[in-house]
């Protein structure tokens, strides 16, 4: 049992949850204005594992094809036969189920709201059949995170906190468009839409330094709105060198770090933050 659970982590890329969750929690701070119950820690902790799942799963269900012709991705678990379909829509249906329940132990509207970014989910993995801003709204599914997080303690949206989600799309929305340089050639032969088959790889590398820069300024705005003191300022300080490292270890003529780049350093940002805002609240 054990062993089949591992196959279903590695279909989910389980470890990539370090991405998201530490702005979930981030956010969550800065809406309790300290550290939430252990309660609301819990039940977002659980929407968010859930969600994530569910959407990773529907993502390599809808992609299933497309994988297999990809020699990057045909040996993940649905092509290679190690997972069936129908195994991996069962377990999109129980990764929703739970979400949905977490949802309705937070509050009513991350209830009312679940659908919603649900129906995101579901849409993303299309986006690359026909427009290149398909990294985008990757970037709008994974900010999820920090509004679910601020719903789930205030019980409304707010304005505050959009500049930390919109600090999240671009980030993502930055190191995917690196990560889709891997298959800028399979994209072309099969049709499929990213930045750097729409721009190529100099101009696709401007626009993922460009998108950074932004979340860097998003989080300087953050940190104004919510009158963050000298120790989360250090931690931008942090966040900017992982930044400008990252996009060291990626050059046009030199691909082969990318690896590296796309899951320590997105790693060390995301836990940077989150770890410099609980350190801000706690000195």
């Not at 009513?108 to 709204?137: D, E, G, I, M």
């Not at 330094?209 to 940190?223: D, E, N, Y």
């Not at 104004?224 to 003529?253: A, N, P, Q, T, W």
């Not at 030199?254 to 320590?264: E, G, K, Q």
Request: proline share 4%; aromatic share 14%; with cysteine.
């Amino acid at each position: 049992m054990l062993a089949r659970a591992a196959v279903y982590l590695r279909m989910i890329k389980f470890s990539h949850s370090v991405f998201a969750l530490p702005f979930a929690f981030t956010s969550a701070l800065l809406a309790a204005g300290g550290i939430p119950s252990w309660s609301k820690i819990f039940w977002i902790t659980v929407a968010m594992v859930s969600g994530r799942s569910a959407a990773m799963g529907l993502n390599r269900v809808i992609d299933r094809k497309v994988d297999a012709l990809n020699p990057r991705t045909f040996q993940r678990e649905i092509p290679a036969g190690t997972i069936k379909t129908a195994e991996a829509i069962v377990f999109i249906l129980a990764s929703t189920l739970i979400f949905l329940y977490s949802a309705y132990r937070l509050n009513p509207l991350c209830l009312k709201l679940s659908p919603l970014a649900l129906a995101v989910f579901v849409l993303y993995p299309y986006t690359k059949r026909f427009t290149w801003l398909s990294h985008l709204v990757l970037g709008i599914a994974i900010a999820g995170a920090p509004v679910g997080a601020w719903i789930a303690l205030r019980g409304t949206l707010d304005m505050e906190i959009i500049p930390l989600a919109l600090s999240v799309v671009f980030w993502l929305a930055g190191f995917d468009v690196l990560y889709a340089l891997q298959d800028l050639d399979f994209d072309k032969k099969s049709g499929l839409r990213s930045i750097p088959q729409r721009f190529g790889i100099r101009r696709s590398l401007f626009l993922a330094r460009t998108f950074h820069i932004l979340t860097w300024i998003l989080l300087l705005v953050t940190a104004v709105i919510f009158d963050l003191g000298i120790v989360f300022h250090s931690g931008l300080i942090v966040v900017g060198m992982l930044l400008v490292y990252e996009h060291r270890l990626v050059k046009e003529d030199d691909l082969s770090r990318l690896n590296m780049a796309f899951f320590n350093m997105n790693g060390y940002i995301s836990l940077t933050v989150f770890v410099f805002t609980l350190l801000d609240f706690i000195i």
